[in-house]
């Protein structure tokens, strides 16, 4: 029930991503919609690494504080601390900035506007992760779609008002990021009354102890998420990082479960590790999100060429690209089960040694096969740094857990990644769906225990409403 109704603000975020999507792509050229994507790689990066690892910790210390508020308000002092050096460093270097970003120094007030989003980043990442901790799932929901919501009609009404070019979006979607979290903030301002006048240093060093690590593996972890459009930038042009950009929007719908899954598992792993659940109860969600994400993604497969009109024709070639994007959230929301080990012995850095190997991994992919394929090299590359990230999580996390068999997470984890290398270069229309329809009964027979798990559950919901 908790996992439907979180799912609402994801399902709703992640629709109103993809209304957003055909809305840009309509009005822009792959090219102008590639420098767009450099905004998207700024906003990303800021996003991994200015919450300093205290957002995680919150959650970490969230069921062992008696004080939830008082945790809330000390979690977000260092951050916001950092924040403010980092907007200083943006406002200061802006010319530099805009020429990194849109090829241009004359975009100094975009990089402004970004600075001031910094901030109250922090503060929504915060009030989603308290409202989510309390389990507030209508809540939380309400205010995901809000905030995306705003976005959308900001970023719809520049486009209205001015000319439709990139810096148009960026400024749309920067002001409506801003609009929508002083909505967000005003609605929950009682999260910050009574103000916690006293800094509590001991907590605060408790919190850093945890987050900190966690800062350098999401530091590099960023790395996997930017070195891709990056090197794309290095070696191609704007056009063709406009076209992989779009299949990352449209693998974006994978997103949906990977963000609903986490927003149910991340409190209730945590509240079973408290009440010491045996680990068949891991090994279950384990199996059946594998099972459920796999299918989503052979379905999306499968009708690719559908899913892409909602782009413009400039933008086709993005088809053979978003299959293998697609392993970004399909490799993070099956981690999110495999990695509990990390997790529950506090051995945070391990996540370190994860993303070092992923890095360096996609970045020796991305050397050797953008300059010869393109965005399609690109998304090759990247989908093996997120395999790569699964499996080295995954065996850091049941060296310190006694954790669970995951031969069958890892063999039809491959058996994808073969298959959408091979949707990346095939153009036989086909054979890709024959394949398509062989893997989608594969991945039944292997999961044929959770499918029954499945069918039984709606039989027994069935025989009690009668």
Known sequence: MRLGLFSIGSLGSALLNLVLLPVTTSFLTPEEYGKTSMFFLAQTFLIYIIYLGFDQAFTREYHDQMNKRALLQQAMIVPLIGAMALQAILIIFSSGFSRILFASPTYSYAIYLLAGSISLLIFERFILLYIRMQNHAVKFSVYSILVKLVVLLTTLFFLYMYSPTFITVVYGMLVGQMIGDCILIIGNYKFFFPIERQIDYDLIHKLMHFGLPIVIGTFLYSLLMIIDKVMLRHFTDFSSLG????????????????????????????????????????????????????????????????????????????????????????????????????????????????????????????????????????????????????????????????????????????????????????????????????????????????????LQYFIERKQKKI
């Open 243 to 454: 076209i992989y950009t779009a299949g990352f929007k449209i693998a974006s719908a994978l997103m949906v479960l990977q963000i609903s899954f986490a927003n149910f598992w991340v409190p209730t792993a945590y509240e079973w590790f408290k009440q010491r659940k045996p680990i068949y109860y891991y090994e279950r969600v384990s199996h059946l999100i594998m099972f459920l994400i796999s299918l989503f993604f052979l379905f999306m497969v499968f009708f690719k060429e559908s899913i892409i009109y909602l782009l413009s024709r400039e933008y086709a070639e993005a088809q053979y690209v978003f299959p293998l994007l697609c392993f970004h959230p399909l490799m993070m929301t099956i981690s999110e089960t495999t990695n509990l080990g990390i997790v529950f012995s506090k051995k945070s850095h391990l996540n370190i040694a994860a993303s070092f190997i992923a890095v360096a991994v996609a970045f020796i992919c991305h050397l050797l096969l953008i300059p010869i394929s393109g965005a399609i090299g690109a998304a090759c590359a990247t989908a093996a740094g997120y395999l790569t990230f699964f499996l080295s999580r995954t065996y850091f996390s049941m060296k310190h857990w006694e954790g669970f068999s995951v031969k069958r997470q890892v063999t039809l984890t491959l058996i994808l990644y073969i298959f959408a290398i091979f949707v990346a270069y095939n153009r036989n229309i086909w054979l890709e769906k024959s394949l398509t329809i062989a893997l989608i009964i594969i991945t039944i027979s292997i999961y044929n225990k959770e499918v029954r798990q499945i």
